[in-house]
C-alpha cells in the first residue's frame, strides 16, 4: 500500500501558484519523497525529490516539514499545460529500487 | 537525446494469447523498471533490470516475466492473457537505478485483452 495521502483533486487559478499538499507521517528517516506528474496519456514524468531540506527546480519547490511527516509541491506560476495528476511518493525502506504510487491528486489550471 | 521509446504503442490480444512488449532506454541508462496502470490499481510496480539482471520484482502472478539484453533493452512477456491485464503498461529508464534517481518514463503500451 502508498504510504502517501494526498487529495483527490484540487483546482488553481492559471498565473498563480499551485500548492499541493502530502501527507507521509509514517516515513522512515532514510526515506525519500519523490514527487511526479502525469499529464493525460502520457508517461508521468519526474518533478522533485527530496529528504529533509527544502528543495528547488526549475519546475517546482518542494517543502518539507521539519517532523517529515508532511510536504507540499509548489508550482510557483502554473499554466494551463500544468493540468495533470501529481504523485506524491516515499520509497519503502525494504523495497530496494521500488517505488510505491498511490492515486495522486489530479491538478486542474483553469483559467 | 532520444527518450525512452516502447514498442507497440497500441495491441489488442485475446483471452489466452501471449503477448510480447519491448522498452528501450535513453541511451546510457541501465536500469529499465516496468509499471501496469489501470483505472482501479493506479501504477503498479512489475520488475526491475539492472545489467540483464532481475533486482526486484513486484507482486504480480508469474504469467508476467521480463528480461534485459546487453544493450540495456528490455522486454517484458505476458502469457495466458487475462481480461484484467488490459492496462497502460509503463517503461522507465534511470541512469544507474538508485532510488534517488530520476526516472525516465516512455509512452506506454496500451494492451487491450477481448
Known amino acids: 500500500d502508498a504510504k502517501t495521502t494526498q487529495p483527490p483533486s484540487m483546482d488553481c487559478a492559471e498565473g498563480r501558484a499551485a500548492n499541493l499538499p502530502c501527507n507521509h507521517s509514517?516515513?522512515?528517516?532514510?526515506?525519500?519523497v519523490y514527487w511526479y506528474r502525469q499529464i493525460h496519456s502520457q508517461g508521468p514524468q519526474y518533478i522533485i525529490h527530496g529528504l529533509k531540506n527544502n528543495e528547488t527546480n526549475e519546475m517546482a519547490s518542494l517543502i518539507i516539514t521539519e517532523d517529515r511527516k508532511s510536504s507540499t509541491l509548489i508550482l510557483p506560476h502554473a499554466t494551463l499545460r500544468d493540468t495533470a495528476v501529481y504523485y506524491c511518493?516515499?520509497?519503502?525502506?525494504?523495497?530496494?529500487?521500488?517505488?510505491?504510487w498511490g492515486a495522486g491528486t489530479k491538478l486542474i489550471i483553469k483559467p | 537525446k532520444a527518450g525512452v521509446t516502447q514498442t507497440p504503442r497500441y495491441l489488442i490480444k485475446t483471452r489466452g494469447q501471449q503477448v510480447t512488449l519491448s522498452c528501450s532506454p535513453i541511451?546510457?541508462?541501465?536500469?529499465v523498471s516496468w509499471y501496469q496502470q489501470t483505472p482501479g490499481q493506479g501504477l503498479q510496480f512489475l520488475f526491475e533490470y539492472f545489467s540483464e539482471t532481475q533486482r526486484n520484482k513486484g507482486n504480480f502472478p508469474g504469467r508476467f516475466s521480463g528480461r534485459q539484453f546487453s544493450n540495456s533493452r528490455s522486454e517484458m512477456n505476458v502469457s495466458t492473457l487475462e481480461l484484467g491485464d488490459s492496462a497502460l503498461y509503463l517503461c522507465a529508464s534511470s541512469l544507474v537505478g538508485e532510488p534517488y534517481n530520476e526516472q525516465f518514463f516512455g509512452p506506454g503500451t496500451r494492451l487491450t485483452v477481448l
Open positions: 511518493i516515499v520509497r519503502v525502506e525494504d523495497s530496494n529500487y521500488q517505488l510505491i
Open positions: 541511451s546510457g541508462h541501465r536500469s
Open positions: 509514517t516515513i522512515s528517516g532514510n526515506e525519500y
